[in-house]
């Protein structure tokens, strides 16, 4: 957290807190989250308006329609953890939130995971990575032990010696240099699933960098370039061509994971995946800091929902 102490407003007073997500979430004033209404009323109970359309005139406050909607929790919790989540470089554990709130553990742990899952980006609204003259790196990994152990390898052939990748959770990140990551956790890196990943998240006029991986062969139709760096050979740039933007990501999430969170059970994964993601792609170097960074999160809260029972 750095030198934050939470010692504005927001973090202790209701009132504050609510003022902070209400401009957070609208700025240029509120609207009803039903039917889109601009014409809402403030009511007699704090922080409670009503939409003036005739056929809504529903009522709704700043948790309504977002993915705080139904909590329990105070808007100074959910001030803090937004916070946390985003000023953390590497993550911020249930348990590191559950100790500064001061709340029960699993008060904290479901704060920890909606956050999470505001943080998420997906559909099909996506623009795709890259574009003309840009890098977009490829690059797979592996973390943690996968649920269901695996017989034989991503070739079809069958395990001979055990190692680290043998029934390890496979994870698929594109870069593109110089911006955005997207991150996918796959049941299995084999060459079908990453050239569909590949191929469905990158402008064709990019040009793909891997290293020398099979998984990537037969790419070099899809985009206006592949190149490639042998790191067999202990190649790791040849002019421009390298991946280690796509190797950095790792580093930042491994590094957060085995530091901070330690276990991830792998239906979470792909939570724990998007949170890193959102941090990299509104880090400093794209003239984000910690205050717009956690604005986001919370303007990206808009329209999700998550459960106890989806969570669990």
Same mark, same amino acid.
């Given at each position: 957290?750095?030198?934050?102490?939470?010692?504005?407003?927001?973090?202790?007073?209701?009132?504050?807190?609510?003022?902070?997500?209400?401009?957070?979430?609208?700025?240029?004033?509120? #609207?009803?989250?039903?039917?889109?209404? $601009?014409?809402?009323?403030? %009511?007699?109970?704090?922080?409670?308006?009503?939409?003036?359309?005739?056929?809504?005139?529903?009522?709704?406050?700043?948790?309504?329609?977002?993915?705080?909607?139904?909590?329990?929790?105070?808007?100074?919790?959910?001030?803090?953890?937004? %916070?946390?989540?985003?000023?953390?470089?590497?993550?911020?554990?249930?348990?590191? $939130?559950?100790?500064?709130?001061?709340?029960? #553990?699993?008060?904290?742990?479901?704060?920890?995971?909606?956050?999470?899952?505001?943080?998420?980006?997906?559909?099909?609204?996506?623009?795709?990575?890259?574009?003309?003259?840009?890098?977009?790196?490829?690059?797979?990994?592996? #973390?943690?032990?996968?649920?269901?152990?695996?017989?034989?390898?991503?070739?079809?052939?069958?395990?001979?010696?055990?190692?680290?990748?043998?029934?390890?959770?496979?994870?698929?990140?594109?870069?593109?240099?110089?911006?955005?990551?997207?991150?996918?956790?796959?049941?299995?890196?084999?060459?079908?699933?990453?050239?569909?990943?590949?191929?469905?998240?990158?402008?064709?006029?990019?040009?793909?960098?891997?290293?020398?991986?099979?998984?990537?062969?037969? %790419?070099?139709?899809?985009?206006?370039?592949?190149?490639?760096?042998?790191?067999?050979?202990?190649? #790791?740039?040849?002019?421009?061509?390298?991946?280690?933007?796509?190797?950095?990501?790792?580093?930042?999430?491994?590094?957060?994971?085995?530091?901070?969170?330690?276990?991830?059970?792998?239906?979470?994964?792909?939570?724990? $995946?998007?949170?890193?993601?959102?941090?990299?792609?509104?880090?400093?170097?794209?003239?984000?800091?910690?205050?717009?960074?956690?604005?986001?999160?919370?303007?990206?809260?808009?329209?999700?929902?998550?459960?106890?029972?989806?969570?669990?």
């Amino acid at each position: 957290m750095g030198k934050n102490t939470f010692t504005e407003k927001q973090f202790h007073d209701e009132e504050a807190a609510r003022a902070w997500f209400e401009a957070a979430r609208w700025p240029d004033g509120p #609207y009803c989250p039903s039917c889109g209404s $601009l014409e809402p009323y403030k %009511t007699k109970k704090p922080g409670l308006y009503r939409c003036k359309a005739k056929e809504c005139r529903r009522d709704f406050t700043v948790m309504t329609g977002s993915i705080m909607e139904r909590s329990h929790a105070k808007l100074t919790q959910w001030a803090v953890a937004f %916070t946390m989540a985003a000023s953390s470089k590497k993550g911020f554990s249930a348990h590191q $939130l559950h100790r500064t709130l001061g709340c029960q #553990y699993n008060t904290a742990w479901f704060l920890h995971h909606r956050v999470m899952e505001a943080m998420r980006s997906g559909g099909l609204d996506l623009p795709p990575l890259g574009g003309k003259g840009k890098i977009v790196e490829a690059d797979e990994t592996y #973390y943690g032990r996968a649920k269901e152990p695996k017989t034989t390898r991503t070739s079809g052939e069958p395990f001979i010696k055990k190692g680290k990748k043998a029934n390890a959770r496979a994870i698929v990140a594109l870069v593109e240099r110089g911006g955005s990551v997207r991150s996918f956790h796959v049941p299995r890196a084999d060459k079908a699933t990453v050239q569909r990943i590949v191929k469905n998240n990158i402008a064709w006029e990019s040009r793909l960098h891997t290293d020398e991986s099979y998984l990537y062969r037969e %790419t070099d139709t899809l985009f206006a370039s592949h190149e490639t760096v042998k790191h067999s050979a202990k190649e #790791y740039a040849r002019g421009d061509v390298n991946t280690n933007s796509a190797e950095g990501y790792f580093s930042i999430f491994k590094r957060g994971m085995r530091g901070v969170y330690q276990h991830c059970s792998e239906k979470h994964l792909h939570r724990y $995946l998007a949170e890193f993601d959102f941090r990299y792609n509104h880090r400093e170097a794209l003239g984000w800091n910690d205050e717009a960074r956690t604005l986001a999160a919370i303007k990206s809260g808009e329209g999700k929902r998550l459960t106890y029972h989806q969570s669990n």
